[in-house]
């Protein structure tokens, strides 16, 4: 379901998005208390490590305990109304793009729009069209996850006003160069890998055995979501950073902080600082978010996608009057 089959019946451009929209913020919801771990995992300078007593954070449970207690259940989900508005935005234009350029693939090239190959190009190109359009909500959503108490922003208008008049409109799309660096391979090696991976159960699963299709779905996607992201780990580390320059006040209570002049000075200072080792903070997060994440996203677009499809279908009409 996922890309353009030439013979299969496919979804509309407003069906893909509408399935997409809702991939992105039913998935939002589930991953959200991840998401905001990972953050604070990549914006931390000292080492995660029990036997740093400078580190606030040490692993996954001791960080999600001390969330908890010292900000409330509710810190699991801060940011997440920008980040509703970066799920539902991002899913609507990545699988438009994705569908239409698989689409394009097929009528004006001689490549099959099945291939791994035009998978992993497509899939990359219409993630890179996605982040562009809705970067400037990433920021303020990694904003809101990476600020402690008290708060220096209180809520989303008074963030893009104090952003706005303070660091001027560029502060929107802080990190965008890692994270069009960062996105093409993610994204298209997410949708590559979901598809040999769904070749491959094909190969494996008898053509009969239909009945954990959407099992299926999130297991290929799960597998997909883990691979990428560690491929591709240490830029999304790099765009953290750099997203929350001009922001250093409200990190000053999780410890160290550092500023940045760009892309290539945040990579030398955290070699020199942190090691190799620093460009994989919150990894393991990150990888249980990942494979959540795109797991879900596909196990929910192409349910969304079947359903409407079955709405549509004259068989379901038929069945409906009689």
Request: with cysteine; glycine share 10%.
């Amino acid at each position: 379901m996922v890309g353009y089959d030439p013979e299969a019946k496919g979804v509309s451009s407003a069906e893909a998005a509408a399935a997409g929209s809702a991939s992105g913020l039913v998935t939002r919801v589930l991953i959200s208390p991840l998401d905001v771990l990972k953050i604070r995992f990549q914006l931390q300078i000292e080492q995660l490590s029990s036997r740093n007593p400078t580190a606030k954070y040490h692993s996954i449970l001791q960080a999600a305990q001390r969330i908890l207690r010292e900000e409330g259940l509710g810190a699991f989900w801060k940011g997440h109304v920008p980040a509703q508005f970066l799920s539902v935005g991002y899913g609507a234009v990545q699988f438009v793009a994705f569908e239409s350029l698989t689409e394009l693939v097929h009528n004006v090239t001689s490549y099959s729009a099945r291939s791994s190959f035009v998978h992993l190009v497509c899939g990359g190109l219409a993630a890179c069209t996605a982040t562009v359009t809705v970067q400037p909500v990433d920021t303020l959503r990694t904003r809101f996850a990476a600020q402690g108490e008290p708060k220096v922003y209180p809520n989303l208008r008074r963030a893009v006003v104090t952003m706005y008049q303070t660091e001027g409109p560029r502060s929107f799309y802080r990190g965008l160069t890692p994270t069009l660096i960062a996105i093409f391979p993610y994204a298209g090696l997410q949708f590559f890998f979901y598809n040999v991976l769904q070749q491959f159960s094909e190969w494996v699963i008898p053509a009969g055995g239909k009945k954990g299709g959407n099992i299926k779905n999130l297991v290929c996607g799960s597998c997909a979501g883990i691979i990428s992201k560690t491929l591709t780990y240490p830029l999304d580390l790099v765009k953290k950073r750099l997203q929350v320059g001009g922001f250093e006040q409200a990190r000053a209570a999780f410890g160290q902080v550092r500023t940045y002049r760009g892309f290539l000075d945040c990579v030398r200072q955290i070699m020199r600082e942190e090691g190799p080792g620093g460009f994989f903070k919150g990894l393991s997060p990150s990888l249980l978010k990942a494979a959540l994440s795109t797991g879900l996203i596909f196990f929910w677009y192409e349910l969304f996608c079947s359903l409407l499809c079955a709405l549509k279908s004259p068989d379901s009409t038929g069945r409906k009057e009689s």
